[in-house]
């Protein structure tokens, strides 16, 4: 089927809003859709301006890759309320045929005006983004009304556990005088008592008050930090007149808006937003296709599509329904778990098509909503932000409530048709910024580049894949399977042997001298040796270390690697190494590892190697506590984590193992045997982060020593 939205990979914004104007001339006419006429959804947000940070260019690239699955058409009718009337717009989506959702709007004073105008036509309003508590019965019992962003409660309570970890004791108080700005001044102050932290001081801030006045009684109050639940254009006036780095904001100032407009002196400027879930690879997915990440409500509008989306399927399973009823039923699922992804949000249509209850998870969490959906999910994730060299940083995302990670489940049979089936199978949930979220960059690369039906997993299944192994008990057999890590060895052999027809690639395990097995081993024994260089010319105190995941063979050349880099350039400077665990574990541990750093920092190591895959953000957060500590990431590009304390990163070319692995399937290519990668051949190397591109040095002056260290290194281990 022809796209109607080509242009995604590229600022799109006025190539969505050309499709916008042609989707009304051809839809304008307003009849009653059916099964054969395209899903329409209208959509009330910002194109443009400080509170644009929904990604309409992620909507697109949404609807044109369904689109390219087949199937009803999905078309956006977009309306930019960045510029126009917003009730105006309203009433006219509202009043035509041939819609029945709208996803919108933006802002909390937008949803009270246009709330009543859209569903009181009979139309279900989806909104991503506002947040505040509702103060009407009138919209709380509204069941045509639903929010996929979490309310400000959860938000407030975040922010003020988060201060009492960084052991702020008294807070002042500024809102903005808006609806959005009222909700965090009625929380506030419970939230604040319950974490034993005193607010000093409050004010209510509209555009005509003296902010210099503000700012001369915040002084007074002598507050530990500054609280601020306004929007972008308000928070530019407060670091005008306040340090940056004493500011904390709501997440209506997650905006480049700020950056733009502050430049250098938007640094230090520290926040709460909502965040995607980690374990669904959105995040990856998003900053693959746009090469950056997504905005605060990036995950949110997305589910607000994939909402509307299944909502249509389930009208036409049960046209007699009411919208109400349908989005309830979507939502309250039980049946086969299905994902985000284009390729998950197509099947759970088609489930629901059939009449069947697919239990759905979104990009922003598990989509799941109380009696009343007007007050959003009951869960979902935060991260505190904060602008370094530059650029969003983003904090590890932490739930607002208990949620159990979902894998999504195997498909009903025969729905991968005559697509090839691909088995990635991970050693964690993705969302550890390292290991596992590599190889998922790598398989989503892949599918973007070709057609197969791709299914996960995780070590946590490794019964259920065993017992689907051994039985030969396949729903869709795979035709490759990908396994990644040391833990897989033993399965992944005994898998690969009871099922010779199906090829298998492992990372990081041994040749199994089997006809349909390769193993790509990648060595970063160089790449680490010059990172041992770079950590020996950086530090301050003489004395620099490492914290890695457990003392295991996969471990072995990071250590080793950077302890002989360190010696190589200055034999005085002290190498120590902690381990998290003792084996898998240590890989899953954050906290621990975070004091493991603390306790590194207290011996004046003053530059720390992460190699702990998921663990590595405790020594993140540690490391940002005191701001002297360099980090060096490991496995991936890891310098967006912290841009001001990541130099550089020990990388290894998992995401293009992967993508080369589904590839070779596709074409037919599959070579059994072992592949090795080093430094040598490209497989590893270290990256510097652009805010520390001086050291190039490293690299240039170093390297061929660094690749004859490695291969003495691979002679003595043969």
Same mark, same amino acid.
């Given at each position: 089927?022809?796209? !109607? ?73 977009? !309306? ?65 009304? =639903? ?18 970890? +960084?052991?702020? !004791?008294?807070?002042?108080? /500024? ?93 230090? /400027? ?18 693959? /296709? ?31 329904? *009411? ?61 505190? =932000? ?36 691909? =088995? ?9 910024? *390292? ?134 350039? +200055? ?77 550089? *990163? ?7 193992? $992967? ?22 051949? @490209?497989?590893? @190397? ?11 040095? $490293?690299?240039? @002056? =170093?390297?061929? !020593? ?13």
């Amino acid at each position: 089927m022809t796209s !109607r939205l080509l242009f995604y990979r590229t600022r799109i914004i006025p190539a969505l809003a050309l499709f916008c104007i042609v989707t009304l001339a051809i839809s304008s006419a307003g009849c009653t859709a059916t099964a054969a006429d395209p899903i329409r959804i209208g959509v009330l947000l910002p194109a443009d301006g400080p509170v644009a940070l929904h990604s309409l260019e992620g909507l697109a690239w949404a609807a044109d890759a369904m689109n390219r699955r087949g199937g009803r058409t999905i078309e956006l009718v977009c !309306r930019d309320t960045s510029t126009g009337n917003i009730s105006a717009y309203a009433e006219e989506l509202a009043g035509r045929n041939d819609i029945a959702i709208v996803i919108g709007p933006a802002m909390s004073a937008e949803l009270i005006d246009i709330a009543p105008l859209v569903t009181g036509r009979g139309k279900l309003l989806i909104s991503p983004s506002v947040t505040m508590e509702l103060a009407t019965e009138e919209l709380n019992d509204n069941s045509l009304l =639903w929010r996929t962003s979490l309310a400000d409660g959860r938000q407030v309570e975040t922010i003020f556990l988060r201060l009492r970890g +960084d052991g702020v !004791r008294n807070v002042s108080l /500024i809102t903005g005088a808006t609806p959005y700005g009222e909700t965090f001044a009625r929380l506030a102050p419970e939230a604040a008592a319950k974490n034993g932290i005193r607010i000093t001081g409050a004010a209510s801030l509209s555009a005509s008050d003296d902010l210099s006045e503000i700012a001369r009684q915040i002084v007074k109050e002598e507050p530990d930090i500054v609280v601020a639940a306004v929007y972008p254009e308000e928070a530019i006036g407060l670091v005008n007149v306040l340090s940056p780095d004493r500011l904390f904001f709501s997440d209506a100032c997650r905006s480049s808006y700020l950056i733009e407009h502050l430049g250098e002196r938007a640094e230090g /400027i520290r926040g709460t937003s909502l965040a995607p879930d980690p374990s669904t690879g959105y995040a990856i997915a998003y900053e693959e /296709i746009f090469g950056e990440a997504p905005p605060a409500f990036a995950a949110q509008t997305y589910d607000a599509f994939l909402l509307a989306l299944y909502t249509a399927a389930r009208q036409e399973a049960a046209p007699g329904e *009411s919208l109400a009823a349908s989005i309830r039923w979507v939502v309250t699922g039980d049946g086969t778990v299905k994902g985000w992804d284009p390729e998950e949000a197509g099947e759970a249509m088609a489930l629901l098509r059939a009449g069947a209850h697919p239990a759905v998870t979104g990009a922003s969490g598990p989509l799941r909503f109380g009696e009343h959906s007007s007050r959003g999910p009951l869960a979902g994730y935060y991260s505190i =932000w904060a602008i370094e060299g530059g650029a969003f940083s983003e904090g590890s995302p932490v739930p607002s409530a208990a949620i159990d990670p979902y894998i999504p489940d195997l498909s009903f049979a025969g729905s991968a048709g005559d697509r090839p089936v691909v =088995w990635m199978i991970y050693p964690l949930e993705k969302g550890d910024r *390292s290991f596992a979220d590599s190889a998922y960059r790598g398989l989503f690369r892949a599918q973007e580049s070709f057609s197969f039906t791709k299914r996960e997993f995780t070590y946590a299944d490794l019964a259920l894949l065993d017992a689907v192994f051994s039985l030969q008990n396949f729903t869709e057999e795979p035709d490759l399977v990908i396994t990644e890590g040391f833990e897989f060895t033993g399965a992944a052999r005994a898998w690969a042997a009871a099922n010779p027809d199906i090829r298998f690639v492992t990372l990081e395990q041994e040749d199994y001298g089997l006809p349909n097995a390769c193993d790509v081993v990648m060595v970063p024994y160089g790449a680490s040796y010059l990172a041992g260089v770079l950590a020996a010319n950086i530090t301050r105190t003489g004395h620099i270390g490492a914290v890695a995941g457990a003392p295991v063979a996969v471990i072995e050349p990071f250590v080793r690697g950077f302890a002989g880099g360190a010696a190589a350039y +200055d034999p005085t400077v002290n190498v120590t190494v902690l381990y998290v665990g003792e084996s898998f574990e240590g890989f899953g541990m954050p906290e621990r590892a975070g004091d493991l750093a603390r306790d590194l920092r207290a011996d004046g190591v003053d530059v720390i190697l992460m190699a702990a895959g998921a663990s590595g953000t405790g020594v993140v957060d540690a490391a940002r506590e005191t701001g002297d500590i360099f980090l060096i990431g490991v496995d991936t590009d890891q310098s967006y984590v912290a841009p001001n304390l990541v130099v550089a *990163s020990v990388v290894k070319g998992i995401d293009t193992i $992967v993508y080369h692995a589904v590839a070779n399937e596709i074409a037919g290519r599959f070579a059994p045997g072992q592949e090795v990668w080093t430094l040598e051949n @490209g497989g590893t @190397g270290l990256v510097l982060s652009s805010r520390f591109a001086e050291h190039t040095w $490293v690299d240039t @002056g =170093w390297r061929d !020593r660094a690749i004859a260290a490695e291969k003495e290194y691979l002679k003595a281990v043969a």
